[in-house]
């Protein structure tokens, strides 16, 4: 994607990653977008502010009041004109510091008090050391920016400053421009092309813009969300059992995207690699199909939204030998008993207002649409995506992923006939596809109206 006629606002914070926005600048320009940057007053121990000037041929505001040499007569509004300009507003890398003033409304330098002028979604991009990242008031602050609609973005873990392994790294430049299309594609699809926005009076696109990404009602943003994931293992004896090359990564990038969309999320797995789960809110372990019906039984009611992408055996030995069960010259046989089906069961208890989204894996492409459509009328969920097995890709293992998202036709508002209510295609690694699919899953069901009243009632 390109970034042509985008007004991106750089936010630069002073810690040792602040070298790294020089790159990420010029990488936004070169993609076409239209920079401008602001820096907190300790940028300046970091990089030179001249060498920020010359790359975005801007004056680099640091104070919300005149500094020596501005020349901009209405510096003191500045921050306003410059927070209504944007199409984006990026932080990166953005310190704990900044991160509190933020989420607690300070005003008190250029990018803060811009960060509150804004009419445009921030991205965030936290960078310090791990054990700040860890600490809880930096957790709350993060909790608090998401509840405000404010996107972040998780540090990478690595190699520290402060000389350490850990969590707090600024991610990789090409994730940050991901992102920022990511961002900037929604915006597009709201509010018209990027570069639109003017320093005239807001549009009502762009207060609907402002409302979507500050504080307005959100599908996933401060909800609990519960997400499974990864095989089972049905065990025949303690050395054998039936199972499925699931990795786990697709309910993964999905536990992913629903925290940067701001979830609580709770992460269910199965048997896979532990070096794969990514930190969340709560993680609990499963292997046959009847341990995780225990944790669904206990979880699955508290959640505002269940992703059930954990694949499932659906049949187990009717009998589970102890030890190691001798080999046998003549033939053996095995008998299978159904094991129950999670989904079909959530769907039954279904709470007012909760929201099920299931995974469909299909072989023939053919009778695939149907199948899936089938399964997410009978298991009574709002949403499920369809997989196909052996399409080069998508399929257990890879990182890849190609998927159709099926919304049920009175989980959208207002849609009379199937016809108007197509699937959605996404394609690309599983993360990207996860991120799409949340976005699309935001649009299509926080519009949801079971109770008829035109407000969505999971807002609880
Ligand atoms: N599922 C479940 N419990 C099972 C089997 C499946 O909760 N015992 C869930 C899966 O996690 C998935 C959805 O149901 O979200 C559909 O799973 P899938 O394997 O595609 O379909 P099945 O219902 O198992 O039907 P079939 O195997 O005949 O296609």
């Known amino acids: 994607m390109t ?32 920079v401008r ?22 004056e680099v505001p640091v104070e919300v009041f005149h500094q020596d040499g501005d020349e901009v007569a ?45 009419r445009c979604p921030l991205l965030v991009c936290p960078t310090m050391d791990g054990e700040m990242w860890d600490h809880p008031a930096t957790q709350r602050n993060v909790a608090l920016l998401r509840s405000d609609g404010i996107h972040v973005l998780e540090p990478a873990d690595g190699y520290l400053a402060s000389g350490i392994i850990g969590q707090g790294r600024l ?67 303690d050395v054998r059992y039936i199972s499925n090359p699931s990795s786990g990564k697709m309910g993964i990038a999905m536990a992913l995207a629903a925290k940067q969309a701001g979830a609580h999320v709770t992460l269910l797995h199965g048997p896979i690699e532990s070096s794969h789960l990514p930190v969340m809110d709560a993680t609990h372990s499963f ?31 009717a009998e589970r030998h102890h030890g190691k069960v001798k080999k046998a010259d003549q ?16 769907g039954e208890h279904k709470s007012d207002g909760q929201r099920l989204i299931g995974f469909a894996m299909e072989s023939d492409a053919e009778t695939a649409q149907e199948a899936a459509r089938t399964k997410m009328e009978a298991k009574k969920l709002d949403a499920i995506i369809l997989n196909l097995l052996r399409d080069g890709e998508s399929g257990f293992g890879i990182n890849t992923n190609k998927v159709e ?41 926080a519009r949801v109206s079971p109770s008829s009243d035109g407000e969505s009632t999971n807002d609880r």
């Open 405 to 445: 998202l099926f919304v049920a036709q009175e989980s959208v508002a207002g849609l009379q006939d199937q016809a108007e209510n197509p699937p959605f295609a996404f394609a690309g690694t599983k993360l990207d596809v996860a991120l799409q699919l949340v976005d699309q899953l935001e649009v299509s069901l």
């Open 74 to 118: 209405d510096s003191w509004t500045r921050h306003i004109h410059w927070g209504e300009w944007a199409d984006l507003y990026v932080i990166a890398p953005c310190t704990a510091q900044t991160m509190a003033k933020i989420a607690h409304g300070f005003s008190d330098n250029m990018l803060t008090a811009s960060v509150l002028a804004r």
């Open 171 to 237: 991610p990789e430049e090409s994730e940050i421009v991901a992102e920022v299309e990511r961002l900037l594609a929604d915006v597009e699809r709201e509010d018209g092309a990027p570069g639109s926005a003017t320093n005239s009076a807001p549009s009502s696109a762009s207060i609907d813009k402002v409302k979507r990404f500050v504080g307005a009602p959100s599908l996933f943003a401060g909800k609990q969300v519960l997400v499974t994931t990864g095989p089972t293992r049905e065990h025949i004896d």
């Open 331 to 346: 033939e053996w046989s095995l008998t299978l008993a159904p094991t129950p089906d999670i989904l079909a069961w959530l």
């Open 37 to 58: 940057a602001v820096a907190t007053p300790s940028v300046s121990s970091f990089v030179g502010l001249e060498t920020l000037r010359a790359i975005t041929r801007e």
């Open 287 to 317: 292997e046959s199909a009847d341990e995780l019906f225990t944790l669904m039984k206990e979880h699955g009611p508290k959640a505002d939204i269940v992703i059930m992408a954990a694949a499932v055996s659906d049949a187990k030995p």
């Open 3 to 34: 970034l042509q006629g985008a007004r991106i606002l750089v936010g630069i914070t002073g810690g040792i990653a602040a070298y790294k926005s020089i790159s990420l600048l010029r990488t936004l320009q070169k993609q076409g977008a239209e």
